[in-house]
């Protein structure tokens, strides 16, 4: 096994992206890694184009990044709690598709592995849906491991 000293975990507060953090806890405790926990706020997720400006700024907003701070705070707690250390990015109305995001974090971080979950989508709801995990590991600058659903597809 390669030593890892920084992994970088995308994640989203979904049973998901928590296995995958999971599984990112276990790889820094045996190999003494730090994790660096990233949330990237989709604001097209809640938005829908008939807010006012002013209650997007002073609404909208506020609660998404409270939101992604309630999500980091989870992740790093989670790490913690078994004796990991970790820190976190909330990356605000940020241009560009996720996987840049994500390959830029790691580059910053000077990460080794990056730890991402799957849903294990196929066929149509895929090509629909598209797959963050499959651009993330095309994208990426280091190693990655796609943690997939408990009972997805194989």
Known sequence: MSTY????????????????????????????????LVHVV?????????EPPASYANDILPRMRAAGEKILAHGRQMALDQGVQADS????????????QIAEQARQAKADLI??????????GRALLGSDAEQIVRYAPVPVLVVRAIGAPT
């Not at 998901?16 to 276990?26: G, K, M, P, T, W």
């Not at 989709?42 to 008939?50: E, I, K, R, S, W």
């Not at 990015?89 to 996720?98: S, Y």
């Not at 730890?115 to 149509?124: A, D, E, W, Y």
């Open 42 to 50: 989709d604001v097209l997720q809640y938005v829908n184009g008939f």
């Open 5 to 36: 000293h920084q992994i970088l975990v995308p994640v989203d507060g979904s049973p998901v992206s928590d296995a995958a953090l999971l599984e990112a806890i276990r790889f820094a405790h045996l190999t003494g890694a730090r994790l660096r």
């Open 115 to 124: 730890v991402v979950g799957s849903h294990g989508r196929r066929g149509i």
């Open 89 to 100: 990015v909330l990356i605000m109305e940020a241009p560009g598709r996720l996987c840049d």
